[in-house]
């Protein structure tokens, strides 16, 4: 959808709004409903026959860095006290 309104920066600030080729690139795909498999309706919006998580890894990537930053030094997990099947 950003590629389609032309937008080349960061991911995580792209607005489509108002595009219409981004509109068209919409409506093409909700136009299939459930006639095709959602594989063939995602190849319609993206014009890519394949599926991968970068675009989702490249927006998280600011929030991923604050989230490491504010836990640095932090220990993750949980400890386990007592088990609680044996008797004390």
């Known amino acids: 959808m950003c590629r389609a309104a032309g937008y080349t920066g960061p991911l995580n600030r792209c607005s489509f709004f108002g595009s219409k080729a981004a ?9 299939l409903g459930q006639s095709r498999p959602w594989q063939e309706a995602m190849k319609a919006m993206t014009g890519e026959g394949r599926i991968d998580a970068s675009a989702m890894i490249e927006y998280f990537q600011p929030l991923l860095a604050w989230l490491k930053e504010q836990n640095r030094g932090e220990k993750s997990g949980w400890t386990v006290l007592a088990d609680p099947l044996k008797a004390n």
């Open 23 to 31: 509109g068209d690139k919409l409506e093409a795909m909700l136009a």
